[in-house]
């Protein structure tokens, strides 16, 4: 495989990770979030300020994922006593004002971000190669696969998916909406952050620009289009995403044309995404309860 | 086992109820009758916690209730049935059922309980596994009364069963209500606004108007009295009437 095939397919696995994570919000439990790249960036400065102290990158990838879940707990306490269409606006808000932070502190370095983010080893072995580092990738996807679908088949997920369906019910049923909302938060953040460790670790180079209200739309964009509270499908959906504009490039400046046209087209024909069940209006835009 | 009073509750400024008092005994079938926007419903959220009131108080078998959370009270034996057959449309028949026993940790005994409410209600054993949303409505409703009852209720506040259902389904489903109380024992507080139908099925029964208790007595007596037959038993009995 050429290095470019593999440069592809990491950055897939990584956009698959963030899909997912978002799916779990937004597919699972209902919770429509448009500043998930915030959560992708707080990892990633966070891995990267740590590695540049020292931390071994084992640690850091960890350390990420807690600080990053951390800060949707944070989010979560105050913004999930509103729902639907509010809480798209708060976590819109977040995005927004987390990438403001980022370009202002002095320890992000600012505009500039953070360069010479020394790059991942574990326990010793360098696993800085493409094909290596992508293997550890998938590894670390099939590993929330797994937890995921095993999540979503319990009682967790079954509360998170009766409060999707109607929290006013789920309420009747004796589930506390609040308790299961935040967790859902705090663990799709969690997993928005090993992202930003992976991503960081793999580029050794981060600004703020990286994880705006841009990339926060690209990787709701992923999940609806490979299938609200689908996992196969949030995987589907970041592959698809991913290497769309790559197979454009040959149209140059009418690239985005074409690429945007081929989402329209998508969405009238198969609303419910690649592998979904739900319409987008079935989650964003739907009435009270 | 459960006794209401003076309960007061406001939706931001509009004062829903104004003071109801009602009690039930163990085992009985209570009515609430009332128009649309009488406050019926706020009722039965009031007791199962879901909307706060701002005083008065809710003791179930002498324990308050009033300020106690939503699962709590789920717990203590309290299962409410929204009204609107409010099922969870994209979850199959077998969650729902689950869902019903979320608050239950016994799951030796929620599988016999799963399997008891489909011998109860043959039409979801046979749609076990497709989505609660694609049943017909009196469907829909047979799952959410299941439901209500997996968490193994000694209360259950049913909140307008047959709204909108054909009236062969409506009685399906009533003869089920009488059953779960003569032979399961379960007490029934149900909201009604066909007057005639609540009536025939309880014992006791409670005219709600504008957020009053109005009149109440023993079903019989209600049935008789002229009030409710002019205002909620339809224009035939006007002539008694007047």
């Known amino acids: 495989m050429t290095p470019y095939i593999l440069h592809v397919g990491i950055i897939i696995i990584l956009f698959s990770i963030l899909s997912l994570s978002l799916n779990m919000a937004v597919g699972m439990a209902g919770l429509v979030s448009l500043g998930h790249a915030a959560f992708f960036g707080i990892g990633a400065y966070a891995s990267g300020l740590m590695m540049l102290e020292g931390l071994p990158f084992i640690v850091c990838l960890l350390l ?149 209200m841009q990339t926060s739309i690209m990787i709701l964009a992923m999940v609806v289009l490979g299938g609200i509270g689908s ?52 989650i964003f835009a739907r009435g009270g309860s | 086992m459960l006794v209401v009073s003076n309960l007061h509750t406001y939706y931001g400024r509009i004062h829903a109820l104004k003071g109801i008092s009602l009690h039930m005994k163990p085992m009985e079938v209570v009515a609430l009758i009332g128009g649309n926007g009488a406050g019926k419903s706020t009722v039965l959220k009031s007791i199962s916690g879901i909307v706060r009131s701002a005083s008065g108080s809710i003791t179930l078998n002498g324990d308050d209730i009033t300020h106690v959370s939503p699962e709590k009270i789920v717990m ?106 003569k032979e399961r024992g379960l007490g029934i507080l149900i909201v009604e606004q066909n007057a005639r139908v609540a009536l025939g099925l309880a014992d006791r029964g409670y005219i709600i108007e504008t957020g009053r208790i109005v009149l109440e007595g023993n079903a019989s007596e209600l049935r008789q009295s002229n009030e409710i037959k002019r205002a909620y038993l339809g224009k035939d009995y006007r002539e008694v009437w007047e």
């Open chain 1, 64 to 212: 990420s994922g807690i600080i990053t879940s951390l800060f949707g707990l944070l989010l979560a306490i105050p913004s999930l006593r509103v729902k639907d269409d509010y809480l798209a606006i708060v976590t819109l808000g977040f995005g927004i004002i987390t990438v403001i932070v980022l370009m202002n502190m002095g320890i992000t370095g600012g505009p500039d971000g953070l360069t010479g983010i020394p790059q991942a080893s574990v326990f010793g072995f360098d696993i800085t190669s493409k094909p290596v580092y992508l293997v550890f990738c998938v590894s670390i996807l099939a590993v929330m696969v797994l937890t995921t679908s095993r999540l979503k088949a319990s009682k967790v997920g079954r509360a998170w998916a009766a409060i999707r369906d109607n929290d006013t019910v789920a309420m009747f049923m004796g589930i506390n909406i609040y308790y299961y909302k935040i967790l859902c938060m705090v663990i799709s953040s969690f997993w928005a952050g090993i992202a930003g460790s992976l991503y960081a670790h793999y580029t050794g180079y981060i600004n703020p620009m990286t994880f705006g």
């Open chain 1, 231 to 282: 996992i196969p499908g949030s995987i589907i959906g970041a592959a698809a995403l991913v290497i769309l504009p790559e197979l454009l490039r040959g149209l140059e400046a009418n690239q985005g044309i074409f690429y945007g046209a081929l989402l329209v087209a998508m969405m009238v024909l198969r609303p419910q995404g690649i592998m979904g069940r739900m319409k987008v209006t079935d």
């Open chain 2, 76 to 181: 203590s034996g309290v299962s409410h049935v929204p009204e609107g057959r409010r099922i969870f449309p994209r979850l199959t028949v077998e969650d729902n059922l689950l869902l019903g026993a979320f608050t239950r940790k016994d799951y030796s005994e929620i599988k016999k309980d799963m399997a008891r409410m489909q011998e109860l209600f043959p039409v979801l054993a046979k749609r076990r596994k497709q989505y609660a949303g694609n049943l017909s409505g009196g469907e829909q409703q047979m799952l959410a009364i299941a439901r209500g009852l997996m968490s193994r209720p000694m209360l259950l506040l049913l909140d307008e069963p047959t709204m909108g259902l054909a009236p062969v389904v409506a009685k399906d489903i009533y003869r089920q209500i009488r059953y779960l109380n």
